[in-house]
Every structure is written in structure tokens, then in C-alpha cells.
């Protein structure tokens, strides 16, 4: 009798002690790349809109997922967009590209009205961006863009900076372009002492400085002034050989790339035939730019995936993986691909994108298998969470 009692009274405490799940969601035994590395085989809670645990440890939750055999990678980051849609954010989404990082736009409003509405909208890609690029009157993307703010006599460095942080900025993207363009003469652009300004004056409000460049030589001189970035790699045959000491400088100041070249893998067919010609005679082919990216990736310089997507161009799907076929062109391996996609961009742009650790927002693809042993898989999504949820 007392033994029965005694096991009835501990049933009590137990039933009494364990309350609700600790945890959201629970993936048990799923492969991990964190962002940076592969962490092998784990256990990753959610609780809320962030994770919580990732651990060998046996955890509870309120849904469990079976993860046997899958993968889970942070949400893929594309670098450099020019979003002319919500549906852009749609799109993106859907293929687990969780962030975009926008590189002008001509209406900032707009554009601070759809990074308010993707920051917590299930089924939308976040969108951080830079408002207006810094460009002279007249210069690339002022053509596109004729509203827009451009730095003149009429408005100092200091206060164009001001204004672009005023409405919302996440960093501030320069613009120097004087080349000759499919026929068309050179654009005015800034000149490089207004560059320097600008670097300087982002930098001492705590903002980022990445530029939009293209050239050897332009890219080497604005490289002294110390931006964060640059938007662009090098785009122009008349550059070849590329010498030993473009790259030393930019690895040397730590100076990241977005490469924005997956384009010249897409077909030309439908082309007009001289603007085909141009390209073909101008522009750095598939081959010599895989060529110069891994000369970069050699070097040290961080490579950060970006397409330059936008309307009637690169789209904001399935494109993206254009940007990593180069980079697998390129010789680096999957690991060092998935960095370019993920953790690469967090460290550039010192955004909480891009990685899972504990802490961070609950921003993650289940892939039906591992993009380690074949980079395809990440073409396979099986679900996607952001902030915790799904859609």
C-alpha cells in the first residue's frame, strides 16, 4: 500500500513540475551551416521570433520537425537590388532569399515604406537599402532617376549625407561611372575628392561607405580612401592583365566586393546584335571574370554575392544562383559559396543578417539536403521562417 501511495505522490510532482514546452518550434537532428561553418548534425529551437538553443541536447517544443537526412541554412542574402515591386520581395522569398540589400532608389519614401512592411510580413523578403546613391548632376543613376537628390554646388557633402540618413538610410552608396556605355559618351560623375568626403563624413556618423565602380584604376584610388566595399568587381576587357597590386590594395584595406557578374552567364540571344557586339568586344566575359574572382578570393578580399537585379535584368528568383555558379567556376568551394550567401554579407555590411546563432532573428531555410555535399541542394527548399514563422 505505501509503495503505491509513494508512486502515486511522485506521478503528482511530476505532472505538477513539467509545464508547457520551453521552445516554439524544435528541429531535431538537422544538418546546420550556420552562416560561416557546417556545425554537423543538431538540434535548433525557436521561441518567438529568434533562436533560442542549438545544441546536441534533446530539446521539447510545441510543433517538433523531423529533420533526418535535411539541411538548414541561414536565409541567402542578395547584396545589391534595385526593387521596383513588393513583388520582388515576394519572389525572393520563396527561393529562401530572406534579405535584399537595395543600392538606389529614386523615391525613398517608397522604399521606407517597404522595408517598414518586410520586416515583419511573413512571405516578404527584408529589405534594407540606401535611398539615393551620391552622384553628381547629370551621372549614373541620376538618368533613371531625375528627382532624385544629387551632390552639387548647391548642397554640401555633409548635408546630402544628412538628408539620405534623415530618410532612413542603412548606408551610403557612392557612384563613380565615366566610362563610355554601349555607344553612349561618359557621364559627369564625382570627382574623387568628393568621394573621400563622403566616405569620411558616412563614416564618422557610424554608417557604412560602399561604392559603385569598375575600373582598375578608379576602383585602386578610391580603395585609399577606405570605403567598406564595392558594389561592383571590375567590368572592362581594356583592364587585362589585371595587375597583382589592384588586388594587394584592396585586400590590404579590407575592402569586401559585391560581384553583380551571374549576368554574363545568362544567354544573349535575344539581344540586339549591337549591343551583343559591344558586349562581346567590352566586357569582361564569364570565364575572365571567375578568373578575377579568384584571384580576389586568394588575395583575402571578401567576396559578397549580389546580382544587380532589377526590372528587365537579372529577376529576383532564381537568377540569384547564376551569382554562386560563377563562384563555383571560380574554384571556391561549397562552404566558402554558402559564406559569399549568407555570413559574408552580415560582416560586410555589419548587418544581423545572413547567420544563425543563438539570439539571432529566427531567419531560416530547411533545405531537403545538404548544400555541402552538392550546391544544387539549395535550389530544393522544403520550407522557410522568418522571424519564426511560416508561410
Known sequence: MMNRFLTLVFTVLLISSSGPPEYDIVFQNVGLFDGYQDRGVVNIAIKGDTIAAITSEALAGNRTIDGRGKYVIPGMVNAHVHVSSIENLRTSYSLGILTLLNMHTGMEKREHNWKKISKDSAGLSRLYGAGHAATAPGGHPNQ????????????SIKEWVDHRIENNADY??????????????PLPTLSYDQIKQIIDYAHSRGYKAVVHANTVDEMSRIAEFGPDGFVHMLDYKEDLPIPDSFYQTLAT????????????????????????????????????RAGIIKEMH??????????DA????????????????LYEQAGLSNTEILRTATGNASKAFGLPIGELKVGSNADMVLLSGSPINDLGNLRKVEQVWKNGETK
Open 253 to 288: 584595406r579590407g575592402i569586401f566586393v559585391v560581384t553583380t557578374s551571374g549576368v554574363t552567364l545568362k544567354p544573349m540571344e535575344n539581344m540586339p546584335p549591337f549591343l551583343r557586339d559591344w558586349v562581346t568586344n567590352n566586357l569582361l566575359d564569364s570565364t575572365q
Open 310 to 325: 532589377q526590372q528587365g535584368s537579372m529577376n529576383f528568383g532564381a537568377d540569384y544562383f547564376l551569382e554562386l555558379e
Open 144 to 155: 533613371y532617376s531625375p528627382d532624385m537628390e544629387t551632390v552639387s554646388d548647391s548642397i
Open 172 to 185: 551610403i552608396k557612392i557612384v563613380r561611372d565615366h566610362h563610355e556605355w554601349m555607344g553612349s559618351p
Open 298 to 307: 586568394e588575395n583575402g578580399i571578401m567576396i559578397v554575392a549580389g546580382t
